[in-house]
């Protein structure tokens, strides 16, 4: 029905840059907004970045300046180039579409299976 392919997670030195990337595929009627939530060891969920259809991007404070969301071909694919990292980035890093389905013809988040991101010297 909806797959989300992750990718470009990794270990990295503090300072360092990272892109991910999120390819979502399948019987998808529209995707509304993508975006990327992180989870840190012992932490609730939080979203870092979303994008909108239109373009319309939300960031996170803790990462506003040093983030970028982008949404290219065709809406279905969305990345996040991450600059300046820090240590406390360090975290599971999810995908996450708000979304309908031919299937499922209401709006519904899914997710992927998240990517580790690990920021240390």
């Known amino acids: 029905q909806v797959r989300l392919v992750e990718s470009g997670g990794g270990l990295v030195q503090p300072g360092g840059s990272l892109t991910l990337s999120c390819a979502a595929s399948g019987s998808i009627l529209k995707i509304v907004t993508m975006g990327w939530y992180r989870q840190a060891p012992g932490k609730q969920r939080e979203p870092v970045a979303i994008i909108t259809f239109g373009g319309t991007t939300n960031y996170a404070d803790s990462v506003k300046g040093r983030f970028t969301i982008s949404r290219v071909n065709e809406q279905n694919t969305v990345y996040l180039q991450m600059n300046s990292l820090k240590p406390e980035d360090t975290a599971i890093y999810y995908c996450?579409?708000?979304?309908?389905?031919?299937?499922?013809?209401?709006?519904?988040?899914?997710w992927g299976q998240g990517t580790q991101v690990t920021v240390s010297s």
């Open positions: 996450k579409i708000w979304a309908s389905l031919i299937t499922v013809p209401t709006l519904r988040d899914y």
